[in-house]
C-alpha cells in the first residue's frame, strides 16, 4: 500500500493550492481518507476526513476554507485549501484508515508553507 502525497508548495497568504494523495494497493472509495498536518514543533493533527459514502469532516480550522473530496476513477483524493494564512504553514500527510479492523496508512507527507 502507498498514499503518495503532492501539491504542496510556497504560497503567499490568500492563495490557493491543491493537494493529492494518490493511493496504491486499497481503494479510496472504501477508505476512511483524511488529511493531517503537523507544523514544526507542534502535535500532528487532523485537517479533514471523508468517509466511505458519507460526507466531510473538517477540522475549525479548515471550515470554510478547505475542500477534501475524493475521485475513486483516479483513486485518488485532494485537499483544496484557499485564503491560506501563515498559520497553515505544516506538513500535510493523507491518512487512509480500514472499515474493518485497524489498517492505518499514511503517506510521506507534503509540505506547505504560506509567507505573509
Known amino acids: 500500500v502507498q498514499l503518495q502525497a503532492s501539491g504542496g508548495g510556497l504560497v503567499q497568504a490568500g492563495g490557493s493550492l491543491r493537494l493529492s494523495c494518490a493511493a496504491s494497493g486499497i481503494g479510496v472509495s472504501a477508505y476512511f481518507m483524511g488529511w493531517y498536518r503537523q507544523a514544526p514543533g507542534k502535535q500532528r493533527e487532523l485537517v479533514a476526513t471523508?468517509?466511505?459514502?458519507?460526507?466531510?469532516n473538517y477540522a475549525d480550522s479548515a471550515k470554510g476554507r478547505f475542500t477534501i473530496r475524493r475521485d475513486i476513477a483516479l483513486n485518488t483524493v485532494f485537499l483544496q485549501v484557499n485564503s491560506l494564512k501563515p498559520e497553515d504553514t505544516a506538513v500535510y500527510y493523507c491518512?487512509?484508515?480500514?472499515?474493518?479492523?485497524?489498517?492505518?496508512?499514511w503517506g510521506q507527507g507534503t509540505q506547505v508553507t504560506v509567507s505573509s
Open positions: 491518512n487512509a484508515v480500514s472499515t474493518v479492523g485497524t489498517r492505518t496508512y
Open positions: 471523508i468517509p466511505p459514502g458519507g460526507s466531510p
